[in-house]
């Protein structure tokens, strides 16, 4: 309970606090709820990031963020060395070799 009370403090406190920056993000190699979870969840780890949202119907995401810690381009670096397409950046092909294959693009685009 305490727990709970401790993050719901902290999660208002992050959403008083004014620095905020607020980035879309192109996601168009992105497949199924995986993509949308693994991307949210590891964006979600990195420091100044407060706010992942990924909308797998229309390939795009937001993202709102601290300034003061991080940047877009950190953050469009995570995903796409997690394997996924990012506004105008590339998917790390390592990476994105080893996505399942429900989360690989369909060979014939
Ligand atoms: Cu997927």
Do not use: H, W
């Amino acid at each position: 309970m305490k727990k709970i009370i401790a993050s719901l403090f902290c999660l208002i406190f992050i959403s008083c606090s004014s620095d905020k920056t607020t980035a879309e993000l192109k996601l168009d190699s992105i497949q199924c709820l995986m993509c949308s979870y693994s991307i949210e969840e590891n964006l979600r780890e990195l420091r100044g990031v407060k706010k992942v949202q990924v909308d797998l119907k229309n390939k795009s995401g937001r993202v709102v963020f601290n300034a003061n810690i991080i940047d877009l381009s950190t953050i469009e670096n995570k995903i796409t060395s997690i394997g996924y397409n990012v506004n105008n950046k590339l998917a790390d092909i390592r990476a994105y070799e080893k996505l399942e294959l429900c989360c690989k693009k369909p060979k014939e685009n």
